[in-house]
C-alpha cells in the first residue's frame, strides 16, 4: 500500500517543475525590464543635469566677465552676440563696449558647443537700480522634449 502512495503522488507532480521554471522565467523577465526601464531614466537625468550644470557654469562665466569690464554697462544688454571682435593679444586696445561684444561672441560660441537643442543666451541690465542688476540667461531644450530650459543668474554689480 504504501509503495502505491508513493507511486501515486509521483505520478500527479509531474511537470510540476517545468510550470515553476516558467513562472520563474516571466517574474525574471519582468524583473530586467524594470532594471531596463530604470536605467534609461537615470541616463537620462543624468544628461539633463548635465546641460543645467553647463548652463550655471556658463552664466557664471558671463558674470565673471562683466564684473571685469564694470565700466561697459549696459553694452552687455541684449541676445548674444556672434561677431568676434579682435580685442585679444600684445598691442590690441579696445573699448569697454568693444570687450563687451567680444566677452558677448565668445560667451555665445560657447553656448553653443555646450548646450543641446538651439541654445540662446541673453542680459538683461537694469540701470534703475543702484547698484545695477544684470540677469543673466542661458536656454536650451533638452533631447527628446519641445518646451526648453531655462536658468537665469542675477547679479548686482
Same mark, same amino acid.
Given at each position: %500500500?504504501?509503495?502505491? /502512495?508513493?507511486?501515486?503522488?509521483?505520478?500527479?507532480?509531474?511537470?510540476?517543475?517545468?510550470?515553476?521554471? =516558467?513562472?520563474? =522565467?516571466?517574474?525574471?523577465?519582468?524583473? %530586467?525590464?524594470?532594471?531596463?526601464? +530604470?536605467?534609461?531614466?537615470?541616463?537620462?537625468?543624468?544628461?539633463?543635469? /548635465?546641460?543645467?550644470?553647463?548652463?550655471?557654469? =556658463? *552664466? $557664471?562665466? =558671463?558674470?565673471?566677465?562683466?564684473? *571685469?569690464?564694470?565700466?561697459?554697462?549696459?553694452?552687455?544688454?541684449?541676445?548674444?552676440?556672434?561677431? +568676434?571682435?579682435?580685442?585679444?593679444?600684445?598691442?590690441?586696445?579696445?573699448?569697454?563696449? #568693444?570687450?563687451?561684444?567680444?566677452?558677448?561672441?565668445?560667451? #555665445?560660441? @560657447?553656448?553653443?558647443?555646450?548646450?543641446?537643442?538651439?541654445?540662446?543666451?541673453?542680459?538683461?541690465?537694469?540701470?534703475?537700480?543702484?547698484?545695477?542688476?544684470?540677469?543673466?540667461?542661458?536656454?536650451?531644450?533638452?533631447? $527628446?522634449?519641445?518646451? @526648453?530650459?531655462?536658468?537665469?543668474?542675477? %547679479?548686482?554689480?
Amino acid at each position: %500500500m504504501i509503495a502505491r /502512495t508513493r507511486m501515486y503522488a509521483t505520478r500527479t507532480q509531474r511537470g510540476f517543475t517545468i510550470v515553476e521554471a =516558467l513562472v520563474a =522565467l516571466v517574474v525574471l523577465a519582468v524583473g %530586467m525590464l524594470g532594471i531596463a526601464s +530604470l536605467y534609461v531614466t537615470t541616463l537620462r537625468a543624468s544628461g539633463s543635469a /548635465t546641460s543645467r550644470m553647463q548652463a550655471i557654469t =556658463l *552664466a $557664471g562665466d =558671463l558674470g565673471d566677465r562683466i564684473r *571685469a569690464n564694470r565700466t561697459a554697462g549696459t553694452a552687455y544688454a541684449g541676445a548674444a552676440g556672434d561677431t +568676434l571682435t579682435a580685442c585679444i593679444g600684445t598691442g590690441v586696445t579696445c573699448t569697454a563696449t #568693444q570687450m563687451a561684444a567680444h566677452d558677448l561672441a565668445v560667451w #555665445q560660441a @560657447a553656448i553653443q558647443a555646450a548646450l543641446p537643442g538651439a541654445p540662446a543666451g541673453a542680459v538683461t541690465v537694469d540701470t534703475a537700480t543702484t547698484p545695477t542688476t544684470y540677469q543673466i540667461t542661458v536656454s536650451w531644450v533638452e533631447a $527628446g522634449e519641445t518646451t @526648453a530650459q531655462n536658468y537665469t543668474l542675477s %547679479m548686482q554689480i
